[in-house]
């Protein structure tokens, strides 16, 4: 019997770096996979490739040793060097049938992210399963494997407060934005154009925020991002002469002394007397002390969300009880629909089978008693065995599904 397994490299035991060099890109997945299931007994299989894990999900009468797992690497032809094919094996984790399928489910729903409750896994396993599926790499079980996937990760996502709280710092600041309730046409600059300032300008301009000037020290990055955000760049030392008013300063450098001190702030102020939001998310600040102090401001710096993140985060982890008990009932549940899905399989043939037997017998064992009868006899004789039929065909499914309640 074909059991399933998970071949699974991820951040709890390889870094990041590393891990890269296992990610498959999409033009050559189908002929990697193609030659897992032609050298290998794999019948069913689908790949996880993400920034923290690559998986390889399948259905195999192999027992998943280090041999087989060896064969699984070199088969799929990753060109590794000696040295990280031994790294790779000394830290794989394989998981078999119901412990793969716990991985499997425990996973889209997030309790083996890097950031537990971070929905976007579950849309991350869901593509790559319909990637592989529609590449026809995978059949019947695993698309039972993947309803239940989803049914439980919306359960875990919906009856728990796992993924309720934000605890990225980026989207905890544009939370605080947000309860400021500024308009759309407001004001914002952008000082830094690296990977927390593009987050945070993304979630703006999703929510109709339109008025950006980016200032970065290569002109170059600050232009992509004004070009994805239809804003205006600028060189980091233009921001000495911008007076063109702001509402709003998001800030995050990597500079090592505060890029805003009073003299720039007064400056990019230009007379203008209101309150103003800045968005402090460098560490160390951007922005000096004074300029809050001595200015009427909404300052949301990255110290005080990191410790909201850090309750968050708490919070997640008092959740974990509530998900594992989730995942429990749909592994218990699914194993009985499982096997009532094998028995289905397995009596797909009973409808014909009777068939056969009842044309045999009208046909064929029976047939000269049946040509000395009547009209109105054969007339009966036909829907006695039509109902005969219908009825030998329900019955053993019926028998098959009481046994496997009373066994549940």
């Known amino acids: 019997m074909e059991y399933l397994k998970v071949?699974?490299?991820?951040?709890?035991?390889?870094?990041?770096?590393?891990?890269?060099?296992?990610?498959?890109?999409?033009?050559?997945?189908?002929?990697?996979?193609?030659?897992?299931?032609?050298?290998?007994?794999?019948?069913?299989?689908?790949?996880?490739?993400?920034?923290?894990?690559?998986?390889?999900?399948f259905l195999t009468k192999e027992k998943t040793d280090k041999e087989f797992v060896t064969r699984f690497l070199t088969v799929l032809d990753m060109g590794l060097p000696p040295e990280f094919m031994e790294r790779f094996l000394d830290n794989v984790t394989v998981y078999e049938n119901e412990e793969a399928f716990n991985h499997l489910l425990r996973t889209s729903c997030s309790l083996e992210s890097l950031v537990v409750g971070e929905k976007e896994i579950l849309a991350q396993i869901r593509k790559a399963y319909e990637n592989c599926r529609d590449a026809g790499f995978t059949g019947d079980y695993m698309r039972m494997i993947m309803e239940r996937v989803v049914k439980t990760a919306k359960e875990v996502y919906t009856h728990t407060n796992i993924s309720k709280n934000p605890v990225s710092v980026v989207s905890l600041a544009y939370r605080?934005?947000?309860?400021?309730?500024?308009?759309?046409?407001?004001?914002?600059?952008?000082i830094g154009a690296g990977e927390t300032?593009?987050?945070?300008?993304?979630?703006?301009?999703?929510?109709?925020?339109?008025?950006?000037?980016?200032?970065?020290?290569?002109?170059?990055k600050a232009e992509t991002l004004a070009g994805e955000l239809n804003g205006k760049a600028y060189h980091l030392e233009a921001l000495e002469n911008f007076t063109e008013g702001f509402d709003v300063i998001i800030t995050c450098t990597g500079s090592t002394d505060a890029i805003i001190n009073e003299a720039l702030y007064a400056k990019l102020l230009n007379g203008d007397t209101g309150k103003k939001v800045i968005v402090d998310l460098a560490i160390p600040n951007d922005v000096a002390p004074a300029v809050i102090h001595n200015n009427p401001v909404h300052y949301i710096e990255v110290e005080s969300l990191k410790e909201v993140a850090r309750k968050n985060i708490q919070e997640r982890y008092s959740e974990l009880v509530h998900a594992e008990e989730i995942i429990s009932n749909n592994i218990a549940e699914f194993?009985?629909?499982?096997?009532?899905?094998?028995?289905?399989?397995?009596?797909?043939?009973?409808?014909?089978?009777?068939?056969?037997?009842?044309?045999?017998?009208?046909?064929?064992?029976?047939?000269d008693e049946i040509s000395q009868m009547d009209e109105a006899s054969r007339e009966v004789l036909e829907r006695v065995m039509n109902y005969m039929e219908k009825k030998c065909i329900s019955v053993p499914m019926i028998m098959a599904k009481e046994i496997l309640v009373k066994e549940s």
């Not at 490299?9 to 002929?31: M, N, P, Y």
């Not at 593009?198 to 170059?220: C, D, E, G, P």
């Not at 009532?340 to 045999?360: F, G, S, Y």
């Open 176 to 190: 605080k934005l947000k309860e400021l309730n500024m308009c759309g046409n407001s004001r914002v600059l952008i």
């Open 7 to 57: 071949i699974a490299f991820t951040h709890h035991h390889i870094d990041l770096k590393s891990l890269g060099k296992l990610v498959i890109c999409d033009q050559s997945l189908d002929s990697r996979l193609k030659n897992i299931q032609t050298e290998l007994p794999v019948s069913e299989i689908f790949y996880i490739g993400t920034c923290n894990r690559v998986e390889f999900v």
């Open 197 to 220: 300032n593009q987050n945070i300008a993304k979630y703006l301009n999703k929510h109709k925020y339109s008025n950006f000037s980016i200032f970065n020290r290569t002109l170059s």
């Open 335 to 367: 194993f009985t629909v499982l096997k009532q899905r094998r028995i289905e399989l397995a009596m797909q043939d009973v409808p014909r089978k009777i068939k056969e037997i009842k044309n045999t017998a009208l046909n064929g064992v029976f047939a």
